[in-house]
């Protein structure tokens, strides 16, 4: 029989992988508890989620939350304004940040270290919400798809966060090989570059995305048309006039008290619901693109 070799564990290391064990649970709880209590309560009668019966799994189950919130029209207009906004923006996001990051990775480019520093200073000073609308409504954008789109075109932070990719995981060899083969540098980006930069480019993609669909502040500034607002916005005019209808209300009697208590239970039941609406499109997205997560900057490496 072939021997087995066998580690001995020391006291040190089990009491380590105990600790390690703990803390992953613990943060596993910590995440994983306020999903499954906005999904079950989303389902789970009103009443037993006020009184605090329900705490982890539904009770009383009813889906009249989703049924209210599906019967407003305006829920499929914000979810496809949300869905072209957030390819179109991604799209723009990528084509502006890549191409920004590479330049800067390349030591051959004059003036990177200016250029980076200009960059860098307006991660700490911007121009203020007042000049940024007066900027918007000048190029002729306000009300349009492009004031959203087009001021968040890029993140500082994700071309030094692309940049330094560049720079660590594609091989300069690369670069000079096909400089001497009489490559453009265009060339070189489109055919070299980008097909080893997938990782990066799927977690840009990621980021980006998440931020453009969770976004509403530019379009609640800059959008006047109720049927080009994104879903974030909808919803958010939803559950306030929820709200806003379970606080209404006159002469209080035992009538009326009822009345206003079930208003606010079903307000209460909306909410949880387009919480899960707004969120579930991008919890399904992204168990495909973690994996890139894993694979990270392994993949283009130097081989041999």
């Known amino acids: 029989m072939p021997m087995m070799s066998t580690m001995k564990v020391s006291g040190r290391d089990k009491i380590f992988l105990a600790f390690n064990y703990s803390f992953v649970i613990l943060a596993f709880v910590l995440v994983a508890y306020p ?12 009443k037993l989620v006020g009184s605090g019966e329900m705490w982890l799994l ?3 189950i009813t889906f009249e939350g989703y049924e209210r919130v599906f019967q407003n029209k305006s829920i499929w207009t914000g979810y496809g304004n949300t869905l072209l906004y957030t390819v179109v923006g991604t799209a723009i996001n990528l084509f502006v940040t890549l191409p920004a990051a590479y330049a800067l990775s390349r030591k051959d480019l004059s003036g990177r270290h200016f ?26 954008m306000v009300n349009t798809m492009w004031a959203i789109v087009i001021p968040s075109a890029a993140s500082i932070w994700n071309i030094i966060v692309c940049r330094t990719f560049f720079q660590t995981s594609i091989p300069k060899e690369l670069q000079e090989a096909a400089q001497i083969d009489g490559s453009s540098n265009l060339r070189l980006f489109v055919s070299i570059i980008l097909p080893l930069s997938m990782p990066i480019i799927a977690v840009m993609a990621l980021f980006y995305g998440v931020g453009n669909w969770n976004s509403y502040f530019s379009a609640m500034i800059y959008l006047n048309d109720a049927e080009k607002y994104p879903l974030q916005l909808v919803l958010r005019q939803i559950l306030v006039l929820q709200e806003m209808s379970a606080m209404a209300g006159g002469t209080i009697d035992a009538s009326t008290a009822s009345a206003l208590n079930n208003k606010a239970e079903i307000a209460a039941l909306v909410k949880y619901a387009v919480i899960i609406i707004a969120t579930a499109p991008i919890i399904a997205i992204y168990p495909f693109l973690q994996r890139y997560f894993v694979q990270g900057v392994m993949i283009g490496s130097v081989k041999g």
Do not use: H, N, Q
């Not at 250029?115 to 911007?126: E, L, S």
């Open 115 to 140: 250029f980076m520093g200009m960059f860098i200073v307006t991660m700490f000073f911007g121009g203020g919400l007042v000049p940024s609308y007066l900027l918007v409504k000048e190029l002729g």
């Open 35 to 46: 999903v499954i209590y906005m999904l079950s309560a989303s389902i789970s009668d009103p």
């Open 58 to 60: 539904p009770k009383g």
